[in-house]
T-cell receptor, first 107, second 114 residues
Framework: AQRVTQPEKLLSVFKGAPVELKCNYSYSGSPELFWYVQYSRQRLQLLLRHISRESIKGFTADLNKGETSFHLKKPFAQEEDSAMYYCALGNFNKFYFGSGTKLNVKP | DGGITQSPKYLFRKEGQNVTLSCEQNLNHDAMYWYRQDPGQGLRLIYYSQIVNDFQKGDIAEGYSVSREKKESFPLTVTSAQKNPTAFYLC?????????????FGPGTRLTVL
């Protein structure tokens, strides 16, 4: 069965510190993985997807099939990065979301 | 900020009453979804629809029903059979049936059953 695990409910870092939000998945095929972000009082929106291999707002995520992980990283956190982050796995047109990690970047 | 709209933003109902949540999109997307968001549990899929007049159960469909009579509309009915209906409900859509698509989310409806 497909499953997405985000082990940290809350992650607090100071501004300028590196940040890594963990995501592990279980899936028998070739996964499509995404990170979604929800800023305060805003809609849930796509941050990045693994097939694009892009960097958005300084965030990157590398798919590690051996470790079945898709951790989200940023070398220098900013206060505006404070938000709720969800890792998601896509199976054709069905999606499975992790429980989310709240990132708090302190000044 | 169009795209996907959900109404109402807040909804209060008495226990035992059915209630229907609205979801409309003007993005011409084929697939639409309903999720339930509870604290500490992330998003859980209730129902999804890939084309008009067709829909499938998600992981927590019991106590819910949907219809997809029009491409742009996917209303969700929370019935009296849903044991714990108080939650935040999110509607989403994706452009096509192909994989790898981004989901676009509505602003959500917070349902409180008294």
């Amino acid at each position: 069965a497909q499953r997405v695990t985000q082990p940290e409910k809350l992650l607090s870092v100071f501004k300028g510190a590196p940040v890594e939000l963990k995501c592990n998945y279980s899936y028998s095929g070739s996964p499509e993985l995404f990170w979604y972000v929800q800023y305060s009082r805003q809609r849930l929106q796509l941050l990045l997807r693994h097939i694009s291999r892009e960097s958005i707002k300084g965030f990157t995520a590398d798919l590690n099939k051996g470790e079945t992980s898709f951790h989200l990283k940023k070398p220098f956190a900013q206060e505006e990065d404070s938000a709720m982050y969800y890792c998601a796995l896509g199976n054709f047109n069905k999606f499975y979301f992790g429980s989310g990690t709240k990132l708090n970047v302190k000044p | 900020d169009g795209g996907i709209t959900q109404s109402p933003k807040y909804l209060f109902r008495k226990e035992g009453q059915n209630v229907t949540l609205s979801c409309e999109q003007n993005l011409n997307h084929d697939a639409m979804y309903w999720y339930r968001q509870d604290p500490g549990q992330g998003l859980r899929l209730i129902y999804y629809s890939q084309i008009v007049n067709d829909f499938q159960k998600g992981d927590i469909a019991e106590g819910y029903s949907v219809s997809r009579e029009k491409k742009e509309s996917f209303p969700l009915t929370v019935t009296s059979a849903q044991k714990n209906p108080t939650a935040f409900y999110l509607c989403a859509s994706t452009p096509s049936l192909a994989g790898g698509n981004e989901q676009f989310f509505g602003p959500g409806t917070r349902l409180t059953v008294l």
